[in-house]
């Protein structure tokens, strides 16, 4: 099929690759000409694991095109994929959709035959309805068919959860484009991805809903973890056990640093500021919102209480700053809350990252990017480990000091207490 991807973002890159590799035509359009320029020339602008090789080969191949001509590009295609960003308003509540109306103007203005629009990007519920009204102001209904098809591809694991999803929600009001859609997907389908056909409004929802539960479980097995502090309990236990109940099961129930990046507290807000609309009040997503959000200082308190409140002129070493492993992305990633407040406090703060320097830190004071996880060691009183990257894994902290020996602070509970303190070291992990 041909397909036309607009905006060349994660959900864009990633779908659109996949799909070009499932053997259809597709063109990735952006109005970012640099950005165009360098994925025609194999540069990808974001770090996904095993991208860029499918980005290249499917170039090579000519099923996949870049593209700055929105008009054209929706044109030679059947099916539209509207993937341009949704972030949060400035006043911090509901999506911003104006990207989203931008290019649904002018994709409506580029109609030449029947095409199936579909919104990739999450979208609050009823957008769809507008996106419809918008084209229907210079098209026949019989021309368009506006479908939802929520992505649920993380960051760092994109590839393989557009190969092998759990499942593919399509929401269509529309019996023909709904049949065009399933038969899209059905190299995955026959693989063994569950396909579910919804309303347009559902496939909206669902995409909030699951991405609140998420949250929502992950905050809960932090507050858990805060409680196995006072009690002298491991939170690894409670989670093992918990996750062992089918009905709980065993997927994120990890307890570390506040959830982080560009989906869940951009989609938290959003529901919530939906469901205000309509008069409902989601308490507990609210709750999950401001749980998380405190999270960063109760950690914070937790190092400052590890250092016996003398901060100033102690060097702090941060492995990983990135929300979680295998991405470069930093979006609300709870190490933008922790470093300036440790800096301020007069602390020398050293990181080292797998994917390196972050400009986010540029202009807070003492603050060094680390080539090497050795280097950031040196000199070091205290080390957090705040991603969870392969790379800090297995780190031989014995081999690797000299002179004074630092604490350890594990926020994502990689390591076993008991051996990490037979080697010496003072150890505090999460719970
Ligand atoms: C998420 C959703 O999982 C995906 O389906 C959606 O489409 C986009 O948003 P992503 O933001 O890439 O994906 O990351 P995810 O792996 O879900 O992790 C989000 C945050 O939760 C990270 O900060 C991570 O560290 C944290 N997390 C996750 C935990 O703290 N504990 C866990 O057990 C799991």
Redesign the pocket.
Known sequence: MKLCMIGTGYVGLVSGVCFADLGNDVICVDKNIDKINNLSNGKIPIYEPGLSELVIKNFKNKKLKFSTNLKKSVKESDIIFICVGTPTKKDGSSADLSQIFNVSKEISSSINKFKIIVTKSTVPVTTGDQIEKIFLKKNNRKNFAIISNP?????GEAIRDFIYPDRIVVGSNDKRSSRILKNLYSPLISKGASYLHTSRRAAELIKYAS?SF?ATK?TFINEMANLCEKIGVNIEDISIGMGLDKRIGSR???A?PA??????PKDTKAITSTADKFKTNLSVVKSVIKSNENRSTLLLNRVYEILNKKIKNKTITFLGVT??ANTDDMRDSSSLKMIPALSKKGAKIKYFDPTGYKKEFSKIKNVFNSLSIKDSLQGSDLVIIHTEWNDFKSINFKSLYKGKKFIIYDMRNIYSPKKIKEQGFRYYSIG
């Open positions: 992505e649920f591809l993380r960051e991405n998420l992950i994120f129930l990890r570390g959830y982080g990046g560009s989906c869940f929300f979680k």
